[in-house]
């Protein structure tokens, strides 16, 4: 069995910092891309960042500058820093990763609450 679990998430003030963390456990071979969604109260859930196994990085217009993916290999985990956070970017963060185990399938964690509030 995979499991996603992430961590970091809280409360920050506009302007301020918060840094994600998603860990990949389990009878895991590999890890294509894996990648950070958020999804705010009433709204659907929206892509944040993602990053393939090689390091190549996507990022949603609304955090590019702000926000930075990153990733460990070898560790099966991943991170994302982000910065300048504004109040639009209230929501719960959802770690998701594209998993290698008994066969290859998409993999959610369980999200982590950030509030951007004064």
């Known amino acids: 069995q995979v499991q996603l679990v992430e961590s970091g998430g809280g409360l920050v003030q506009p302007g301020g910092s918060l840094r994600l963390s998603c860990a990949a456990s389990?009878?895991?071979?590999?890890?294509?891309?894996m990648g950070w969604y958020r999804q705010a109260p009433g709204k659907q859930r929206e892509l944040v960042a993602t990053?393939?196994?090689?390091?190549?990085?996507n990022y949603a217009d609304s955090v590019k500058g702000r926000f930075t993916i990153s990733r460990d290999n070898a560790k099966n985990t991943m991170v994302l820093q982000m910065n300048s956070l504004k109040l639009e970017d209230t929501g719960v963060y959802f770690c998701h990763a594209d998993v290698f185990a008994i066969g290859f399938r998409a993999y959610w964690g369980q999200g982590t609450q950030v509030t951007v509030s004064s």
């Open positions: 389990g009878r895991i071979f590999s890890i294509n891309t």
């Open positions: 990053i393939t196994s090689g390091g190549n990085t």
